[in-house]
């Protein structure tokens, strides 16, 4: 049973650019997490999906930010325009239909590089 | 809202010696508590987690954690470490009726010395 898959792993983009960041949930979990951290921080929470829903994206920066869950095909961090500041790590988790404080399962992160 | 302090930011440590890694909390409502680690370009793997019950748990490699809720401590143990052991430790709280947002701590960073 893999995990949850993140892709690409390293991705560097110039200023202004489109970063793209997937993340397949582990089978049969339904609810998707992404988290960003920032270097010498700890992680900060930015949006949870279910499939075709936004639950709550109060992390998500107001502009250039978005994310979705299809029906099919994996989760997508979308981030437009990228600045110097986006560079972070950014991870994804998920988790079963319900979490139950379970804690949740990340994916190893995309270090995204912002030159 | 829930906060979570590391007071921590580096720890060095000699192989075998007992490590001890400190976090508190705030928060005015009941929280889940959560110990992750993080490996050198990995993503997070749970340590161990506090829900309800017994206020010393036990984790994973070995490791252990005390809630205290008068102190809103919840620091994390281990007897005697290992090399393997060193990483980057986020302690990380949630809200029981919000159980989905983890806030996390700045971590801690273990080097563990032979």
């Known amino acids: 049973n893999a995990g949850v898959m993140q892709n690409p792993r390293h991705l560097v983009r110039r200023r202004g650019q489109e970063a793209r960041l997937r993340c397949s949930p582990m089978?049969?979990?339904?609810?998707v997490y992404w988290y960003r951290q920032l270097p010498e921080e700890g992680l900060k929470f930015m949006v949870y999906l279910q499939k075709e829903n936004i639950i709550d994206e109060s992390g998500m920066p107001k502009e250039r930010f978005s994310a979705e869950f299809p029906k099919e095909g994996p989760s997508i961090l979308r981030i437009q325009q990228v600045v110097r500041g986006d560079s972070a790590a950014y991870f994804c988790?998920?988790?079963?239909?319900?979490?139950?404080?379970?804690?949740?399962?990340f994916g190893s992160g995309t270090r995204l590089t912002v030159v | 809202a829930q906060s979570v302090t590391q007071l921590d930011s580096q720890v060095p440590v000699f192989e075998e010696a007992p490590v001890e890694l400190r976090c508190n909390y705030s928060s005015s409502v009941s929280v889940y508590l959560f110990w992750y680690v993080q490996y050198p370009n990995q993503g997070l793997q749970l340590l161990l987690k506090y829900l309800s019950g017994s206020t010393l748990v036990k984790g994973i490699n070995g490791f252990e954690a005390e809630f205290n809720k008068s102190q809103t401590s919840f620091h994390l143990r281990k007897p005697s470490v290992h090399i393997s052991d060193t990483a980057e430790y986020f302690c990380a709280v949630s809200l029981i009726s919000n159980d989905y947002k983890l806030s996390f701590g700045a971590g801690t960073t273990v080097t563990v010395r032979a």
């Open positions: 089978k049969g979990h339904s609810h």
């Open positions: 988790a998920s988790s079963p239909e319900k979490l139950l404080g379970d804690g949740y399962t």
